[in-house]
């Protein structure tokens, strides 16, 4: 589609000498300047935003699956530690719950 472009004289002699050592026309390199300009500044498409959003969350669900690995050792410890205090509390509480109370220094 045929367009009309004014530009500034300079502008376009600069064009036209890189066009010349290129071996390509003006027209082509002002199509291939836009394409690059586009290119450039052109916002993602719908499709490339979700895919990238995909990318990014299956690298963090990665990354979460390390680190609950990494942690479960230590937490794993941790509930080791829970079950022998209350086993031993428990072994101290025993006795007192399976002794019957003692009557004598209560009053009827």
């Known amino acids: 589609m045929p367009i009309s472009l004014r530009l500034p004289e300079d502008l376009e002699t600069q064009i036209a000498g890189f066009g010349a050592r290129q071996g390509i026309s003006k027209s082509a390199v002002i199509v291939r300047s836009i394409h690059e300009f586009l290119a450039k500044h052109a ?5 490339q935003i979700y ?29 080791k530690a829970i079950r022998r205090k209350h086993a031993q509390r428990s072994k101290l509480a025993k006795p007192a719950l399976t002794t019957p109370p003692d009557r004598a220094g209560k009053q009827a």
């Open 43 to 47: 916002q993602p498409s719908s499709l």
């Open 51 to 79: 895919e990238e959003v995909m990318r990014e969350a299956e690298g963090q669900r990665d990354d979460a699956k390390y680190e609950a690995l990494e942690q479960r050792p230590l937490k794993l410890a941790v509930r």
